[in-house]
């Protein structure tokens, strides 16, 4: 059974960092491309950044590069997402998620709230 | 960036009627990768239909899709009352991936 599970959010101030977790298990992590997807409270679902499957290939959104960092441990099966330089327009769920023909697996979300 | 547009916001339907949702691209999706996700509160959204018209593992048959290019279509042939939700359409073709601004389905 595939399982993700996200962890690392939490109450920020504007400026501040993160580092969200996503440790992953019941497929094979190290050959699978992995997102991170947010949605803000009450609005929409937005994509945020994926990596490739050994770590080397990475996209973002443009809204968070330079401000966030996609990163993987295949030796822990864990996707990271470092934040910072973080924004009220920040403030959201953030979903892992994986799939090979559109997204079939997600977490269940770590909240993120930026605020002063 | 392809923007994706779907209409109608909301749609208001009573169970057992049919529900057409579209999803309209600003420009053509690569290899029709283009995702329909249905979203009920408080939970992670659930992967309905990919590459525009096959159905995920465990969907009804009740759904469907259809399209290609820039034009994609969701359909429900008939309303469950668990069908009441958001649904999102997602392309995957190309980078940044993008998704649509989401329709609510409600009962009417």
């Known amino acids: ?116 | 960036e392809i923007v994706l547009t779907q209409s109608p916001g909301t749609l208001s339907l009573s169970p057992g009627e049919r529900a057409t949702l579209s999803c309209r691209a600003s420009q053509s999706v690569s290899s029709n990768y283009l995702a329909w996700y249905q979203q009920k509160p408080g939970q992670a959204p659930r992967l309905l239909i990919y590459a525009a018209s096959s159905r995920a593992t465990g969907i009804p048959d009740r759904f469907s899709g259809s399209g290609s290019g820039t034009d994609f279509t969701l359909t429900i042939s008939r309303l469950e009352p668990e069908d009441f939700a958001v649904y999102y359409c997602h392309q995957y073709g190309s980078s940044p991936r993008t998704f649509g601004q989401g329709t609510k389905v409600e009962i009417k």
């Open chain 1, 1 to 116: 059974e595939v399982q993700l599970l996200e962890s690392g959010g939490g109450l920020v101030q504007p400026g501040g960092s993160l580092r969200l977790s996503c440790a992953a298990s019941g497929f094979t992590f190290s050959s699978s491309a992995m997102s991170w997807v947010r949605q803000a409270p009450g609005k929409g679902l937005e994509w945020v950044s994926a990596i490739g499957g050994s770590g080397s290939t990475t996209y973002y959104t443009d809204s968070v590069r330079g401000r966030f960092t996609i990163s993987r441990d295949n030796s822990k099966n864990t996707l990271y997402l470092q934040v910072n330089s973080l924004r009220a327009e920040d403030t959201a769920i953030y979903y892992c998620a994986v799939g090979f023909g559109g997204y079939s697996y997600w977490g269940q979300g770590a909240l993120v709230t930026v605020s002063s």
